[in-house]
């Protein structure tokens, strides 16, 4: 029912001087209380609503921004305003903000988030009230709030700016951090009354970072950027931290556990030092070997190499993690262990590989002995699938959250974990995965794998289960391995929490902390790669490596271990600092400008033979597997020619950008395969004048789409679609052939951020994805949708070679007739699946496929005619100009009737011509086809049968569509005879009531 004109009429924002804190405990639904300090906390933010004055909420994490900002919701809709309000949060934490919302309020919340079809269901049926004639009623919304994340707000924001809000929330706003980010430009085309930010972590590298969140809140009072790093840029003195704090404060607030809740169980933090086993240190000193003539370049070398030095350190850093993480290194371990120690079990050689995993072999027997639990937190997907297989081998029973379990999994995972007579001992998490939102107090010890550049990170992961609600005493284990560059790493990483200590505590700070690198410089990664060359790798250190796997934990604990109590995070307490510990007598200064000849000279080296040796890191490429495991290509950067940038988040020519063959190379293989099949997108572009990556196809290829979404001027439909996938928050499919990458939710949000055409730099390419932009994103999703819609189920049986017509696909059949007279289903199946086997337009392994009816019907392309067509395929940097581009016909999504003849097609990049001719409307033959007594058939044309292929994926989307409005319709039905009879029901209560009186 439309609420009256009174309820719908606009209530404006009460004055500041009618604001009057609330100082009784309010009980809010089913009872639940807010804590004193968070009374405290909502009566800040409604002082703040009340006085106009847009804030930030960055309490400590676990401290309950969630249930804050919803009692501040609560008691605004009390004022008489009943919304609208948006809540934007990340993907995993959307279960939690709708779990607290019903817990706390009886507001009605729609989640605005899934497919395009589901949101614009939302849209017709949930937002808007409508009148007698079905039209909608302008501001009559039937929310009370929406929440969202920022990959709807990016993909799919039209319909939000349709709305003015009175009150906006944006949960984890440290993503903010970025002034030029794509997400802060959509915020700003949002109407907003009222601005309020959540985030634990409000500064985490920089002042500059700081800047961008108060541009965003108060953008006349901050609005110039430079004015603002010449005032507080530097943090040089006391006065200037003063001044800082000066101004957050009226609109900042920032407590901590400490600070609100004096009974929390005390955390103590036990760095324990870790040697590297006798495996890792061949492995370490594999890949210093490898890359030797490179980082002995120094200071000569450009500054570009700093992406070099990066995967240098990245290689040693899963050295020092497990070796089973490097590439080929897993097989060889095993098949030495194999033969080296035949009696003993295979699965030991997965512990003694590395220190880290000896140490926690040891360490988790005791700890279950003792009854307590345990969270493993680990940067590394791949670290803990490691840590999963040992886990299994040693009957352990845990839970698992990374960035691919999703949704009710996540709630579901916790829940087990968490129940009183649980079971359940380990709970394995990716230390950025998750972000706010995970409660596991049920845990007391906490294990970090490996740390985090930015301890924030660190931090955070510890208030999983160091928390409001925590009643027992908190151990934190962090393993360091010794005599390596992560040590110093992990000593330089603590200097950054100066930064927020500084302006949001009150400690005074040195500029050196204040100011904590942002980034490495290329000279301190060569330092660090440096300072663990000695204790890592040179000979007779095998002994403290055996000695360690023999010691028992108590040993390791009381020798090996340095214990740091941590009372009072606030009071600016930080990790302390062991110095690097080396033999002095063989350690040469890090500074000297020989340091890398004088390194190989003492570990023996033969510079000579170096190119040449039988390395332990195989360079033969790995046979494609249905199950991947830790050392795939993908990893980030492999030992094998690490000489090249390679795999970086922003494309790794990102200074350079990419020639113009990589660009047409790259997109037209990605047509031809189809999104994410970057092993053949790469093998099949067969690079030569410089060697490029399974990272870097894949930047290129991500970079191309985005430029053409920004070009694309098509159905409005299709852009969510395409941001979806190649956004990696949205995870829409996982198969067994799905290629493997490290591609994250950051590092989409730092692509968008960036102008792709500082990577592209050739105006003549530009200007070719401007023309082409409608057709590469139509094949990019007519391949999605063969692939991940229409042949869902069938892969496997596929790649194993069965014949398409033993399949049993169900393939809706095209309205319009087929390619030649003599095409049946059977064809139509056959071309599907030979487009997922062989690629896009690749007829001539269609012809020679024995599982596809063709090679039968129309035989083998002649060798004769493939040499004419390569001979007339040419790049388009050789053959032709740009301009000279046939237009080719892709899926067309636009509307029912835009399935308009064409000539004929190619892909885009390619310049084949071949004659044409129309396809005439011929009725289908069901039955199977015999060749005729004369020979084979004839194949049709090029643009028939891309015609044929784009009506079947049409067809099969219309079909698909039809049996979701059947869906809908049926739910509504369901609906409506579930309140009919809920009335009837009523009615004969209200009868048999009647007749008892």
Known sequence: MVPSAKELSFVPRPPPASFKPIKETLEYKDGNLLRSYQREGLNWLLFNWYARQNCILADEMGLGKTVQSIAFLIEIFNARIRGPFLVIVPLSTIGNWQREFATWSDFNVIIYHGSAYSRRLIHEYDLYYRDRQGKIISDAFKFNVIVTTYEVLLSDDSELQNIDWRVVIIDEAHRLKNRNCKLLEGLKRLGMEHRVLLTGTPLQNSVEELFSLLNFL??????????????FGDLKTEEQVEELKTILKPMMLRRLKEDVEKSIAPKEETIIEVELTAIQKQYYRAILERNFMFLSRGSSAPTTAIPSLLNVMMELRKCCNHPFLIKGAEQKIVADWQTEKPTEPVYRSLIQASGKLVLIDKLLPKLKESGHKVLIFSQMVRCLDILEDYLRIKGYLYERIDGQVRGTLRQEAIDRFSKPDTDRFVFLLCTRAGGLGINLTAADTVIIYDSDWNPQNDIQAQARCHRIGQNKPVKVYRLITRNSYEREMF?????????????????????????????????EIEDLLKKGAYGALMEGNDDDANRFCEEDIDQILEQRAHVVQLESEGKGSTFSKASFVTDESSDINVDDPDFWQKWAEKAQLNLDDLANKDNLVLDTPRQRRQVRRYGNDHLEGEIVDMIDPREDVIPSRGRHGWTKIELFKTEKWTLIFGWGQWKDVLEACDFRKRQLGVGDVENI???????????????????????????????????????????????????????????????????????HAHKIIFRIRQLHIIRWQMLVGHKKQIMKGTPARYLGLHLPRPEEGPPAPWWTNECDHSLIVGIFKHGYEQFHLFRSDPALCFKALVGEESQTSLRRKKNRCLPLSKGRKEDEEDEEEFLDLSGEDSDGESGPSTPVGLSVRLPNRKTKNIATNTQSPTPPRTGMYLW?????????ARRLVNAWIKNQKREEQKQVHLLKERVKREKEAEVSRKKEQKKAELAQK
């Open 940 to 948: 049709p044309t090029l643009a028939d049968v891309n015609t044929r």
């Open 218 to 231: 108060e953008p006349h009072t901050f609005p110039s950027h430079v004015s603002f790093l010449q005032q």
């Open 701 to 771: 290829s991500r970079t191309i789409l985005i430029y053409c979404l920004a070009h694309f001027k098509g159905d409005e439909k299709i852009p969510p679609y395409i941001h979806r996938l190649i956004d990696p928050s949205e995870v829409t499919e996982v198969g067994e052939d799905a290629e493997g990458s490290q591609f994250t939710e950051d590092d989409y949000l730092a692509l968008l951020s960036k102008n792709p055409e500082t990577l592209f730099q050739e105006e003549a390419y530009m200007k070719h994805l401007r023309r």
């Open 491 to 523: 000593d330089r990483a603590s200097l950054k929490l100066g930064l927020d200590k500084a302006v949001l505590h009150s400690v005074t700070t040195s500029q050196q902390q204040a100011a904590g690198p942002p980034q490495l410089s290329k000279r």
